[in-house]
Nanobody, 115 residues
């Protein structure tokens, strides 16, 4: 059963922007803090940003000041607005709970930043 679905990735030039979406099942979204993670080629999956049920946010050092995480509890959807993108942001982006305790990751969405 698919319970986490990421979308919105694509190919952009350095300095450009993308808005990612994460659609989650209500059973996950309604009771958990949520987060975004990414995995670049040859690297481990890494934390990007998180948001609590009440809207408090936290960011990785690389994301702070450029990315904005948000959530719409009524729609069971989380977003990641990414501005001033850099080639090092290239990765597959995933959503999950925060901490990522849900065992079944989604397919992710590919973000490629060219320069």
């Amino acid at each position: 059963q698919v319970q986490l679905v990421e979308s919105g990735g694509g190919l952009v030039q350095a300095g450009g922007s993308l808005r990612l979406s994460c659609a989650a099942s209500g059973s996950i979204f309604s009771i958990n803090d949520m987060g975004w993670y990414r995995q670049a080629p040859g690297k481990q999956r890494a934390f990007v940003a998180a948001i609590s049920r009440g809207g408090s946010t936290s960011y990785s050092v690389s994301a702070k000041g450029r990315f904005t995480i948000s959530r719409d509890n009524a729609l069971n959807t989380m977003y990641l607005q990414m501005n001033s993108l850099k080639p090092e942001d290239t990765a597959v982006y995933y959503c999950n709970t925060y901490p990522p305790t849900y065992g079944s990751w989604g397919q992710g969405t590919q973000v490629t930043v060219s320069s």
